[in-house]
């Protein structure tokens, strides 16, 4: 049964009548604007926060596999990104290790072209001194 609007007021000046205007007021205010039937009780409240809980509980399970799909795909480009810098890293060194290699050989080549010369130039004037070491010797 909804209680009306004029039977709220009806009900107000037989309080006011009855109790005066100002405890009239008061314990109008704390009647409710509507029917009994309207308002919400504690196991209405429990019920409420249960399903509000269960929809958080649902939404957040969604929210967490698109993080974890976004995450994996993350991980997935990171990698093949490392993967593809390994390969240029490795290629690069491979290139630096050959450039290298053919200059070592270069430099040996020289190195061995200028000890050989000078090894024959030394070799002429030991043999050189010999001979005058000999001729000196004779003179003696």
């Known amino acids: 049964m909804?209680?009306?609007?004029?039977?709220?007021?009806?009900?107000?000046?037989v309080l006011v009548?009855?109790?005066?205007?100002?405890p009239a007021d008061t314990l109008m205010h704390y009647l409710p604007p509507v029917g009994w039937a309207d308002?919400?009780?504690k196991h209405d409240l429990e019920v409420l926060e249960e399903r509000?809980?269960?929809?958080?509980?649902?939404?957040?399970?969604?929210?967490r596999a698109e993080f974890n799909a976004g995450l994996t795909e993350v991980r997935t480009k990171v990698g093949t990104g490392l993967a593809e810098v390994r390969t240029e890293v490795g290629t690069g060194l491979a290139?630096?290790?050959?450039?290298?290699?053919?200059g070592l050989a270069e430099v040996?080549?020289?190195?061995y072209r200028g000890l050989n010369q000078q090894t024959w130039k030394m070799i002429s004037m030991f043999a050189g001194l010999q001979g005058l070491l000999f001729a000196a010797l004779k003179l003696f």
């Open 39 to 41: 308002v919400a009780t």
């Open 52 to 63: 509000i809980g269960l929809r958080l509980s649902a939404e957040l399970a969604g929210v």
């Open 95 to 102: 290139e630096v290790r050959a450039e290298l290699n053919a």
């Open 2 to 13: 909804t209680v009306e609007e004029q039977e709220r007021r009806v009900l107000q000046e």
């Open 17 to 22: 009548d009855t109790l005066g205007p100002k």
């Open 108 to 111: 040996r080549t020289e190195l």
